[in-house]
């Protein structure tokens, strides 16, 4: 009994903490600006903001169960358009009944309406958790997800819809001031970023150690370049550093390691390895045969480098040099800051 109230407990724990990182630590609108342009264009009437929630959320829960369902053993150059095919099967049927039933509605979506098909926040979210978790997992963060994007959306469309028309769901208020800039595009990222800095600072008192700022730390994806570029586009790459509580791990685990494929080196001759204890190194006869011995693996070691590094040549790409280049100006940076630590101790 304790045993499954302890497993109970864990799992009830796990997934508030999941909901937690997910709505608030990791709110899409204001800390991730993921899906921010149908928000600040669309939703400057409390109507347009609670029909965009919905959809979002509909489009959200089906494809993340479905991602987490059936796409897990699928590659990711294949993964992310089933993403948007999904959203395009789902937004369409919806844009069809919008344009016969409520065409004004759908005046007021224009272009954005079809978009929401491709919207960025579903690619963001099945990568980051459905084809890495149970269906469970999958459906309780995109359920999160929509919860809070939604309500940043309709306090969005709500505020704006207030100070810029003087109205509430199209009931007039008669309020002697309206501010018409509010229903410009200006006006909802005026909302949007004042809600973010109260949600940051939220989080800074209630969570100190949880970094809302970890959304737009691109160190991952630059160290991930010193490898392989073709590694990189064939490996699984989690570029939002997540253990599997959906909680971001420490900075010395978020480095993600890419070794580049190192060339066959040339063997090593007996001397080399005599240096490191593998053979006993003959003693020669002579110093002169010794000296002769010595040019002679000289001599076949550097044709040996030469050959090889015409095969490298012949086989590397514009990916190994753009890598190259990528290690050389580290190699730099390195150096100068180096030269600037010696010159401030030697001051």
């Known amino acids: 009994m304790n045993e499954n109230r302890n497993k109970a407990l864990n799992e009830r724990i796990k997934n508030l903490r999941m909901i937690r990182t997910s709505a608030v630590i990791r709110n899409p609108l204001l800390l991730e600006a993921v899906g921010l342009c149908p928000v600040v264009a669309i939703a400057?009437?409390?109507?347009?903001?609670?029909?965009?929630?919905?959809?979002t959320a509909l489009e959200l829960i089906v494809c993340e169960v479905i991602a987490s369902k059936f796409l897990k053993n699928v590659k990711r150059y294949l993964r992310v358009p089933v993403y948007f095919l999904i959203g395009t099967v789902i937004v369409y049927p919806i844009m069809y009944l919008v344009k016969r039933f409520v065409p004004s509605l759908s005046l007021e979506f224009g272009v954005f309406l079809p978009l929401m098909a491709v919207n960025s926040l579903l690619a963001l979210?099945?990568?980051?958790?459905?084809?890495?978790?149970?269906?469970?997992?999958?459906?309780?963060?995109?359920?999160?997800?929509?919860?809070?994007?939604?309500?940043?959306?309709?306090?969005?469309?709500?505020f704006r819809e207030i100070l810029g028309n003087g109205t509430l769901g199209g009931a007039d208020l008669?309020?002697?001031?309206?501010?018409?800039?509010?229903?410009t595009p200006f006006g909802g990222?005026?909302?949007?970023?004042?809600?973010?800095?109260?949600?940051?600072?939220?989080?800074?008192?209630?969570?100190?150690?949880?970094?809302p700022d970890r959304a737009f730390n691109t160190s991952e994806v630059r160290r991930s370049l010193h490898g392989s570029l073709r590694e990189l586009m064939n490996d699984d790459f989690n570029p939002y550093d997540e253990g599997e509580d959906g909680t971001a791990s420490n900075d010395a685990d978020t480095v993600i390691r890419y070794e580049r494929k190192k060339v066959s080196k040339p063997k090593k001759t007996?001397?080399?390895?005599?240096?490191?204890?593998?053979?006993?190194?003959?003693?020669?006869?002579?110093?002169?045969?010794?000296?002769?011995?010595?040019?002679?693996?000289?001599?076949?070691?550097?044709?040996?480098?030469?050959?090889l590094n015409k095969i490298e040549m012949q086989e590397r790409t514009y990916l190994?040099?753009?890598?190259?280049?990528?290690?050389?100006?580290?190699?730099?940076?390195?150096?100068?800051?180096n030269s600037d630590e010696k010159g401030g101790d030697g001051e």
């Open 320 to 337: 190994d040099d753009f890598s190259d280049m990528l290690t050389d100006l580290e190699n730099y940076k390195q150096k100068e800051e």
């Open 125 to 158: 979210h099945c990568e980051r958790v459905a084809v890495k978790r149970t269906v469970k997992d999958s459906f309780l963060d995109a359920v999160s997800v929509a919860v809070s994007y939604g309500a940043v959306t309709v306090f969005a469309g709500f």
């Open 174 to 183: 008669h309020l002697p001031v309206t501010f018409s800039l509010m229903l």
């Open 270 to 307: 007996k001397q080399e390895k005599a240096k490191k204890g593998k053979f006993k190194q003959k003693k020669p006869k002579t110093e002169t045969k010794n000296k002769d011995k010595n040019k002679d693996e000289t001599t076949k070691n550097e044709k040996l480098r030469e050959t």
């Open 44 to 55: 400057s009437t409390l109507k347009s903001a609670v029909f965009l929630a919905l959809v």
């Open 189 to 211: 990222l005026l909302v949007l970023g004042f809600c973010a800095a109260l949600l940051k600072a939220y989080i800074y008192k209630k969570y100190p150690q949880s970094s």
